[in-house]
């Protein structure tokens, strides 16, 4: 089976959660989609549309055909803000590089939230609790966040199939509060010098070193 490289540019429409664990009432997230994320999304879809009977067929026909990467936090043409160590701790985006603070200004924030009792419709005692999220827009500047990413799919795959599949999508968690919306803005086929630009990010990987944004993995 032959494989082609795609770069893919998502715009964020709204808040994204991508759940990681919880500290007091806080409910943090990771600063990326994961791979599973985007598959879950689209195998949804799929279901939603009445492309296929259920969930367990649209997981076993996107498996069969496509191989998802993770999407960083990225604007259109400059760096992608994938997490990296150095010397002297964490930074996001290979050519910028950003420290962890500066980067969680920018593109992360939190929403409170909480439950109301059945009856009353009163604030359930003990509910309120917070949910982190990667913004569709930065601070303080208010530019809009796109991710970016790479996906492998079946030599053959047309952008069409790929627009039509991955066009417009609810990714993570917290969707019934309208959270994980995204859009496809361009799907690239790409060469074999795709990953040059993260050879600093997969080398840490490989010695051992994969970056982890305070306990994020």
């Known amino acids: 089976m032959s494989w082609q490289a795609y770069r893919l540019l998502f715009r964020v429409?709204?808040?994204?959660?991508?759940?990681?664990?919880?500290?007091?009432?806080?409910?943090?997230?990771r600063p990326y989609v994961l791979g599973r994320n985007l598959w879950a999304a689209a195998a949804a879809k799929?279901?939603?549309?009445?492309?296929?009977?259920?969930?367990?067929?649209?997981?076993s026909e996107l498996s069969g055909h496509y191989c998802f990467g993770y999407l960083f936090p990225t604007f259109p043409t400059e760096t992608v803000f994938a997490p990296y160590y150095r010397g002297d701790g964490l930074f996001f985006g290979l050519d910028q590089g950003i420290g962890q603070r500066e980067f969680e200004h920018r593109f992360l924030s939190s929403t409170a939230h909480t439950a109301l009792t059945p009856v009353s419709r009163g604030v359930e005692e003990g509910s309120l609790h917070e949910?982190?999220?990667?913004?569709?827009?930065?601070?303080?500047?208010?530019?809009?966040?796109?991710?970016?990413g790479v996906l492998f799919a079946q030599v053959?795959?047309?952008?069409?199939?790929?627009?039509?599949?991955?066009?417009?999508?609810?990714?993570?968690?917290?969707?019934?509060?309208?959270?994980?919306?995204?859009?496809?803005?361009?799907?690239?086929?790409?060469?074999?010098?795709?990953?040059?630009?993260?050879?600093?990010?997969?080398?840490?990987?490989?010695?051992?070193?994969a970056p982890v944004m305070t306990g994020r993995r």
């Open 13 to 29: 429409l709204s808040p994204i959660h991508i759940g990681f664990e919880r500290i007091g009432n806080l409910q943090r997230t």
């Open 46 to 59: 799929m279901v939603l549309e009445g492309r296929v009977a259920g969930y367990e067929q649209a997981r």
């Open 156 to 209: 053959g795959t047309s952008e069409a199939t790929l627009r039509s599949l991955f066009d417009e999508l609810q990714v993570g968690g917290e969707r019934t509060y309208g959270m994980g919306r995204i859009r496809l803005e361009s799907a690239e086929a790409a060469g074999k010098d795709i990953f040059t630009p993260l050879v600093p990010y997969l080398a840490a990987r490989t010695l051992g070193r």
């Open 131 to 148: 949910i982190e999220c990667v913004l569709p827009r930065t601070r303080p500047d208010g530019r809009l966040t796109y991710l970016a």
